[in-house]
Protein backbone atom coordinates (compact mmCIF):
# COMPACT_ATOMS: atom_id res chain seq x y z
CA UNK A 1 0.00 0.00 0.00
CA UNK A 2 2.75 2.22 0.84
CA UNK A 3 4.16 2.12 -2.56
CA UNK A 4 1.27 2.64 -4.73
CA UNK A 5 1.22 5.50 -2.34
CA UNK A 6 4.06 7.05 -3.08
CA UNK A 7 3.93 6.20 -6.67
CA UNK A 8 0.97 8.00 -7.05
CA UNK A 9 2.25 11.11 -5.73
CA UNK A 10 4.93 11.00 -8.23
CA UNK A 11 2.71 10.36 -10.83
CA UNK A 12 1.51 13.82 -9.52
CA UNK A 13 4.78 15.37 -9.76
CA UNK A 14 5.53 14.24 -13.06
CA UNK A 15 1.74 15.76 -14.33
CA UNK A 16 2.56 19.14 -12.60
CA UNK A 17 5.90 19.34 -14.12
CA UNK A 18 5.79 21.61 -17.21
CA UNK A 19 8.11 21.76 -20.01
CA UNK A 20 10.69 24.20 -18.47
CA UNK A 21 13.90 22.56 -17.47
CA UNK A 22 12.70 23.72 -13.47
CA UNK A 23 9.81 23.15 -11.73
CA UNK A 24 9.01 26.89 -11.09
CA UNK A 25 10.05 28.90 -14.51
CA UNK A 26 11.48 32.39 -13.79
CA UNK A 27 12.76 34.99 -15.71
CA UNK A 28 16.33 33.70 -14.71
CA UNK A 29 16.82 30.13 -15.82
CA UNK A 30 17.95 29.27 -12.47
CA UNK A 31 16.32 26.45 -10.37
CA UNK A 32 14.85 27.28 -7.17
CA UNK A 33 15.09 25.08 -3.69
CA UNK A 34 11.59 23.17 -5.46
CA UNK A 35 14.18 21.68 -8.02
CA UNK A 36 16.44 20.42 -5.53
CA UNK A 37 13.89 19.05 -2.73
CA UNK A 38 12.49 16.96 -6.45
CA UNK A 39 15.92 16.21 -7.22
CA UNK A 40 15.95 14.33 -3.58
CA UNK A 41 12.82 12.37 -3.86
CA UNK A 42 13.37 10.87 -7.24
CA UNK A 43 17.48 9.86 -6.13
CA UNK A 44 15.86 8.42 -2.82
CA UNK A 45 12.85 6.46 -5.14
CA UNK A 46 16.09 5.16 -7.13
CA UNK A 47 17.28 4.13 -3.92
CA UNK A 48 14.46 2.40 -2.95
CA UNK A 49 13.88 0.73 -5.62
CA UNK A 50 11.16 2.64 -6.91
CA UNK A 51 10.30 2.51 -10.60
CA UNK A 52 11.39 6.03 -11.62
CA UNK A 53 12.79 6.53 -15.11
CA UNK A 54 12.92 8.65 -18.17
CA UNK A 55 10.25 7.16 -20.00
CA UNK A 56 7.60 6.63 -16.93
CA UNK A 57 8.83 10.41 -15.65
CA UNK A 58 10.49 11.88 -18.75
CA UNK A 59 9.95 15.84 -17.26
CA UNK A 60 11.06 14.86 -13.77
CA UNK A 61 14.00 13.02 -14.82
CA UNK A 62 15.04 15.86 -17.11
CA UNK A 63 15.06 18.62 -13.81
CA UNK A 64 16.91 15.64 -11.96
CA UNK A 65 19.24 15.06 -14.64
CA UNK A 66 19.81 19.68 -15.11
CA UNK A 67 19.89 19.58 -11.37
CA UNK A 68 22.92 16.50 -11.45
CA UNK A 69 24.53 18.43 -14.03
CA UNK A 70 24.98 21.57 -11.63
CA UNK A 71 28.67 21.82 -10.20
CA UNK A 72 26.88 22.47 -6.55
CA UNK A 73 24.99 19.38 -7.14
CA UNK A 74 27.61 17.32 -7.95
CA UNK A 75 30.27 18.80 -5.18
CA UNK A 76 27.91 18.24 -2.75
CA UNK A 77 27.26 14.79 -3.95
CA UNK A 78 30.99 14.35 -3.90
CA UNK A 79 31.71 15.71 0.14
CA UNK A 80 28.62 13.49 1.13
CA UNK A 81 29.55 10.52 -0.55
CA UNK A 82 26.95 9.52 -2.99
CA UNK A 83 27.41 8.69 -7.15
CA UNK A 84 26.03 10.74 -9.85
CA UNK A 85 22.42 9.09 -11.19
CA UNK A 86 23.29 9.65 -14.71
CA UNK A 87 27.23 9.67 -15.03
CA UNK A 88 26.64 7.47 -17.98
CA UNK A 89 24.36 9.51 -19.54
CA UNK A 90 21.70 6.77 -18.55
CA UNK A 91 18.94 6.08 -16.05
Known amino acids: MGRQN??????QV?????ESRWAV???RDEPTGVDWY???F????KEVGMKIDGETYP????LA???????ATRKVLGVEGQGLLFADGNI
Do not use: Q
Not at 14 to 18: A, N, V
Not at 65 to 71: D, M, Q, S, T
Open 6 to 11: ILKYYR
Open 38 to 40: LYL
Open 59 to 62: RWTR
Open 42 to 45: FRWG
Open 25 to 27: PRE
Open 14 to 18: ESRLG
Open 65 to 71: KAVEGRA
